[in-house]
């Protein structure tokens, strides 16, 4: 594994709290880089050096600890500016990398689709231009390692008007990807499914999730960022109403810039879905600033509005869990009883979103009984003699066709 120097740099004023969970989050995406942390170096200052971010007498002292340690990179917790980092990379003599630089790493070893290695390599490309004539000299003699993979390797020793029209070649593709993604979305929105995505912080158990709710097979593991491509599979709720359910990339703080612009067209399944299922790590002692996060980063995107159900996972890793939490949304994703609880909570939430129904169907109309119980939520269904009919009575969504249908029946109740 790669040796590294973790650096931190912390304004005077700051929470020293919220430092030390940037500190450890940095040693966790050192950690699923495939790194191993050498030495931690941390510094307080009014506010970072324009030259070198942590002054010279700070770097030399680094320079020292790379030689005792033999650590191969130096990973700032900040983001360095094309000068800074090229003053550090002289400085130190070994490579350089900051935050953004370590998380493009992270999702060029993750992303698996087509399109999600070309929104990687387009952040990686637009993050590298500015820094090529500072980094290319220090990079291409170390070759190779966290912070180079993907097309770091191959751009390093190319000149500026091939990385620029390569940025543009990347972006027609994604342009043709985004179009295509979209008329998906616009045939599903057509067929009036019910849209859910599990969003929440990197690492929270979305993926688990997911898996147990769907029995779908998306990658999970207990590392940042082990989803980039969304995946969407099918969620019956116990009453039997079928979804569609998304699982999405993990947020973080500090997100690049270049990383939503580029993974905008995937973050678009979050804007159209019509319930967020926010996953929250409960045993996490930064879960509240993990929450406050991921409602920005929504805000960011213009899913904000969209309703919102949280559920705290990870229960099973807490001594005290439900201390923190109001009612029963403590739950842990590898208990049974649990995913039959958080159904329960997902049905609830869509009720709230719905219309309560009740209308009389003849025995013989076998086929709109069978929309029902799969397109609507059945609170209750009784047999009348008298009609020879059953008496549906629940919840529909006003999105659906079977909305419509039911106005046009006329409804004893008169609730739709």
């Not at 790493?105 to 999600?116: P, Q, T, V």
Request: a neutral charge.
């Amino acid at each position: 594994m790669e040796r590294a120097i973790l650096v931190g740099c912390s304004d005077l004023r700051s929470d020293g709290q919220q430092f030390h969970y940037a500190m450890e989050e940095l040693k966790n995406l050192a950690k699923t880089a495939e790194a191993e942390v050498a030495a931690v170096v941390t510094q307080s200052r009014p506010k970072p050096d324009p030259a070198t971010y942590i002054g010279r007498g700070k770097a030399e002292e680094i320079a020292a600890l790379c030689k005792e340690t033999e650590a191969e990179t130096v990973i700032f917790n900040g983001e360095l500016s094309p000068t800074q980092q090229a003053n550090l990379a002289e400085l130190l003599n070994v490579k350089v990398i900051d935050r953004t630089q370590l998380i493009l790493d992270i999702f060029a070893k993750r992303a698996r689709s087509r399109e999600g290695r070309l929104q990687v390599e387009l952040a990686q490309l637009e993050y590298l231009l500015p820094r090529l004539s500072g980094m290319g000299e220090s990079l291409s003699r170390l070759g190779g390692g966290i912070g180079t993979r993907g097309p770091g390797e191959t751009q390093l020793e190319t000149d500026r008007r091939h990385i620029r029209r390569r940025i543009g070649e990347i972006k027609k593709q994604l342009a043709d990807v985004v179009r295509h993604r979209g008329l998906y979305r616009a045939r599903r929105k057509k067929s009036d499914w019910f849209r859910i995505a599990l969003v929440g912080y990197t690492n929270a158990g979305k993926s688990t999730l997911f898996n147990r709710l769907t029995s779908a097979d998306a990658y999970e593991e207990d590392l940042l960022f082990a989803t980039l491509d969304p995946l969407t599979r099918r969620f019956r709720t116990p009453s039997g109403f079928t979804t569609l359910m998304t699982d999405t990339v993990g947020f973080i703080q500090q997100l690049p810039t270049g990383l939503i612009a580029a993974f905008r067209s995937t973050l678009e399944e979050v804007k159209e879905a019509d319930l967020l299922v926010h996953v929250v790590d409960l045993s996490h002692p930064n879960r509240n600033q993990h929450i406050r996060t991921v409602d920005e980063l929504l805000g960011d995107l213009g899913a904000g509005a969209i309703p919102k159900l949280m559920i705290f996972n990870k229960r099973d890793l807490c001594s005290d869990p439900y201390g923190a939490v109001e009612g029963d949304r403590a739950v842990s994703a590898l208990d049974e009883a649990d995913i039959d609880r958080i159904k329960r909570m997902i049905e609830d939430a869509i009720v709230a979103e719905c219309r309560p129904y009740r209308t009389v169907v003849p025995a013989a109309e076998g086929g709109l009984m069978a929309r029902l119980e799969t397109g609507t939520i059945v609170a209750s269904k009784t047999w009348q003699d008298e009609e020879q009919a059953f008496l549906y009575s629940g919840y529909v969504w006003p999105a659906s066709p079977l909305y419509i249908q039911l106005r046009g029946k006329g409804d004893p109740a008169g609730n739709v």
